[in-house]
């Protein structure tokens, strides 16, 4: 993982680390940024350097955990919008992205094995979107709620995602084993990749819950 630092330019940020593109999106980091370092590209964008860096760490590297410290409460209105961000980022470019690629190899299966798998997919559709509707809904609505309502709600949900994961499970299982010869190898994999791709970043957004909005509510509700 890249040491960040807030004087490091940004694009040498992004030419190590091109995975970090997607962050750059949900934040709306505008182009051009020259050679900027990051810390003058989040006054530029009014978004704190240190809750960016945290952000970066906590994506490159699934163990990594922000400080508590490292979290003031003025940080929550904009982890809220980044989580926010994120779930316009799986609703309107990953799952429809994915959604290509199954209608691809649906055209290509018999009746029944298309059935099946157009099945699977819809469940596991339908089951992020009722979660990131929860979360919409009733996560993001903890910091008007009093203390203990707030954590109860919050408890009760992150436990989906572990659903999803079990989901995504059986899809690939199903792409893996059970197409027929005749679908091409490259589509296997492409919605493999996207499946796959979607089930880790949701694991991050899930830790982003854990270890950085929660933490932050605490302190909101505590400052109140």
Same mark, same amino acid.
């Given at each position: 993982?890249?040491?960040?630092?807030?004087?490091?330019?940004?694009?040498?940020?992004?030419?190590?680390?091109?995975?970090?593109?997607?962050?750059?999106?949900?934040?709306?980091?505008?182009?051009?940024?020259?050679?900027?370092?990051?810390?003058?590209?989040?006054?530029?964008?009014?978004?704190?350097? =240190?809750? *960016?860096?945290?952000?970066?760490?906590? $994506?490159? /590297?699934?163990?990594? !955990?922000?400080?508590?410290? @490292?979290?003031?409460?003025?940080?929550?209105?904009?982890?809220?919008?980044?989580?926010?961000?994120?779930?316009?980022?799986?609703?309107?470019?990953?799952?429809?992205?994915?959604?290509?690629?199954?209608?691809?190899?649906?055209?290509?299966?018999d009746k029944l094995?298309?059935?099946?798998?157009?099945?699977?997919?819809?469940?596991?559709?339908?089951?992020?979107?009722?979660?990131?509707?929860?979360?919409?809904?009733?996560?993001?609505?903890?910091?008007?709620?009093?203390?203990?309502a707030s954590l =109860?709600? *919050?408890?009760?949900?992150?436990?989906? $995602?572990? /659903?999803?994961?079990? !989901?995504?499970?059986?899809? @690939?299982?199903?792409?893996?084993?059970?197409?027929?010869?005749?679908?091409?190898?490259?589509?296997?994999?492409?919605?493999?990749?996207?499946?796959?791709?979607?089930?880790?970043?949701?694991?991050?957004?899930?830790?982003?819950?854990?270890?950085?909005?929660?933490?932050?509510?605490?302190?909101?509700?505590?400052?109140?």
């Amino acid at each position: 993982m890249a040491a960040l630092a807030p004087e490091m330019k940004l694009f040498e940020l992004i030419d190590i680390e091109p995975s970090l593109l997607s962050i750059f999106v949900r934040l709306g980091i505008r182009l051009p940024f020259g050679d900027a370092s990051i810390d003058e590209v989040c006054k530029r964008e009014n978004y704190s350097t =240190t809750l *960016f860096m945290e952000l970066c760490r906590m $994506h490159l /590297d699934s163990e990594y !955990r922000p400080s508590p410290e @490292a979290l003031t409460s003025e940080m929550l209105p904009q982890v809220i919008a980044y989580l926010r961000a994120s779930h316009r980022y799986y609703t309107h470019e990953i799952l429809p992205h994915t959604a290509a690629h199954l209608d691809e190899i649906l055209a290509l299966c018999d009746k029944l094995v298309a059935s099946t798998l157009r099945r699977f997919y819809d469940d596991y559709v339908r089951c992020i979107e009722e979660h990131l509707e929860d979360e919409e809904h009733n996560l993001f609505a903890t910091i008007n709620t009093p203390k203990q309502a707030s954590l =109860t709600q *919050f408890d009760d949900i992150v436990v989906p $995602h572990a /659903d999803i994961d079990d !989901r995504t499970n059986d899809i @690939a299982s199903l792409v893996v084993k059970c197409l027929p010869e005749t679908t091409p190898t490259a589509l296997r994999y492409a919605m493999l990749r996207d499946i796959y791709a979607l089930r880790d970043d949701l694991r991050r957004h899930t830790a982003v819950e854990l270890y950085m909005l929660r933490p932050l509510i605490l302190k909101f509700i505590t400052r109140k």
